[in-house]
């Protein structure tokens, strides 16, 4: 209670059905708790007593305690936050269960980042920069060796399924009607495509190397709306329909620049001869429909894992 005291002066204004303002009362520092008589003051966690400057909010003043260098723990939570963002798997896992029951793959490098986060004023576009300049944030997701199986070990990079906004924002990209993910737009309107795909594919607490889809998910992909938008040429500013209607391009051509546009890679020898195979009528296959050939392939692509991963 005293910790929650240093939130009493929060106060929310209504207006009608919707909380309009919300302000802080800078001189309430105390919280009345509840079915009882008792008032309690607010203190830090260690029992210590602020220090209150004029016209400083109780949050600000316990901010300022959270974050001074002094405080260790503080500085390893965060930096292990951020170390578990990029790799999808923290030194300490799960990341909110610091505990002696429960200690740091790596304590030595996990005191490092501290150290350095604090040094640098608890800057977090230096520890990105730091840990995505390492060699091991660097390492491809192959495994090539048995001992890589653990992703404790950080001997190669683990596969991480993207969220509901990446997956919306790279599907909207490569269908060729990009535009950022508006998060409001899901607050206000959540039978958006964008609210969609955030219920959807909403996983609170799943670990990002360890999810997996869904029905509801694989249908939403298979036969959702911006799905069926992407892989139809009619659409306007599609993908699809550029390269359909691109003179310049062979099959061959097309076939690679759908390959670009899905997964940003060209595609092997062996899926470009089963592509062209496919689009192209042989003696194995009938489709003479070259378009809508295209448009399978593509559909595919879209709905591959290699398309719902980070790798």
Same mark, same amino acid.
């Given at each position: 209670?005293?910790?929650?005291?240093?939130?009493?002066?929060?106060? +929310?204004?209504?207006?009608?059905?919707?909380? =309009?303002?919300?302000?802080?009362?800078?001189?309430?520092?105390?919280?009345?708790?509840?079915?009882?008589?008792?008032?309690?003051?607010?203190?830090?966690?260690?029992? %210590?007593?602020?220090?209150?400057?004029?016209?400083? !909010?109780?949050?600000?003043?316990?901010?300022?305690?959270?974050?001074?260098?002094?405080?260790?723990?503080? %500085?390893?939570?965060?930096?292990?936050?951020?170390? =578990?963002?990029?790799?999808?798997?923290?030194?300490?896992?799960?990341?909110?269960?610091?505990?002696? $029951?429960?200690?740091?793959?790596?304590?030595?490098?996990?005191?490092?980042?501290?150290?350095?986060?604090?040094?640098?004023?608890?800057?977090?576009?230096?520890?990105?920069?730091?840990?995505?300049?390492?060699?091991?944030?660097?390492?491809?997701?192959?495994?090539?060796?048995? =001992?890589?199986?653990?992703?404790?070990?950080?001997?190669?990079?683990?596969?991480?399924?993207?969220?509901?906004? &990446?997956?919306?924002?790279?599907? $909207?990209?490569?269908?060729? =009607?990009?535009?950022?993910?508006?998060?409001?737009?899901?607050?206000?309107?959540?039978?958006?495509?964008?609210?969609?795909?955030?219920?959807?594919?909403?996983?609170?607490?799943?670990?990002?190397?360890?999810?997996?889809?869904?029905?509801?998910?694989?249908?939403?992909?298979?036969?959702? &709306?911006?799905?069926?938008?992407?892989?139809?040429?009619?659409?306007? +500013?599609?993908?699809? !329909?550029?390269?359909?209607?691109?003179?310049?391009?062979?099959?061959?051509?097309?076939?690679?620049?759908?390959?670009?546009?899905?997964?940003?890679?060209?595609?092997?020898?062996?899926?470009?001869?089963?592509?062209?195979?496919?689009?192209?009528?042989?003696?194995?296959?009938?489709?003479?429909? %070259?378009?809508?050939?295209?448009?399978?392939?593509?559909? $595919?692509?879209?709905?591959?894992?290699?398309?719902?991963?980070?790798?």
């Amino acid at each position: 209670w005293s910790f929650a005291a240093f939130f009493a002066g929060i106060v +929310r204004e209504r207006q009608g059905d919707f909380v =309009s303002l919300v302000r802080e009362l800078p001189d309430r520092r105390e919280i009345g708790v509840p079915d009882t008589d008792r008032v309690v003051q607010a203190m830090y966690l260690d029992g %210590a007593e602020p220090r209150w400057r004029f016209r400083v !909010g109780p949050r600000e003043t316990l901010a300022n305690w959270i974050t001074s260098a002094d405080n260790p723990y503080f %500085a390893r939570a965060a930096a292990n936050r951020i170390w =578990s963002q990029l790799f999808g798997i923290g030194i300490v896992e799960p990341i909110d269960d610091f505990s002696d $029951a429960n200690p740091p793959s790596h304590p030595e490098l996990l005191d490092l980042l501290a150290r350095e986060f604090v040094s640098h004023k608890f800057d977090l576009k230096f520890m990105i920069r730091a840990i995505t300049a390492t060699n091991t944030y660097q390492l491809s997701s192959r495994q090539t060796h048995s =001992s890589q199986v653990d992703p404790r070990t950080f001997a190669r990079m683990s596969l991480q399924g993207l969220t509901p906004e &990446q997956l919306y924002d790279c599907l $909207a990209q490569a269908a060729g =009607s990009y535009q950022p993910f508006q998060p409001q737009v899901v607050f206000f309107a959540a039978q958006t495509p964008q609210g969609e795909f955030v219920e959807t594919f909403a996983e609170e607490g799943a670990s990002k190397i360890e999810r997996e889809t869904t029905i509801l998910q694989s249908l939403l992909l298979m036969n959702g &709306q911006q799905v069926s938008l992407a892989v139809s040429p009619e659409s306007p +500013r599609s993908t699809l !329909g550029a390269i359909v209607d691109s003179p310049f391009l062979d099959t061959k051509g097309k076939i690679e620049t759908l390959y670009l546009a899905a997964l940003c890679r060209m595609p092997t020898e062996s899926e470009w001869r089963k592509a062209i195979q496919y689009v192209e009528p042989t003696e194995v296959t009938l489709n003479k429909d %070259a378009t809508k050939a295209l448009s399978d392939i593509f559909w $595919a692509l879209l709905n591959s894992t290699e398309f719902l991963v980070n790798h």
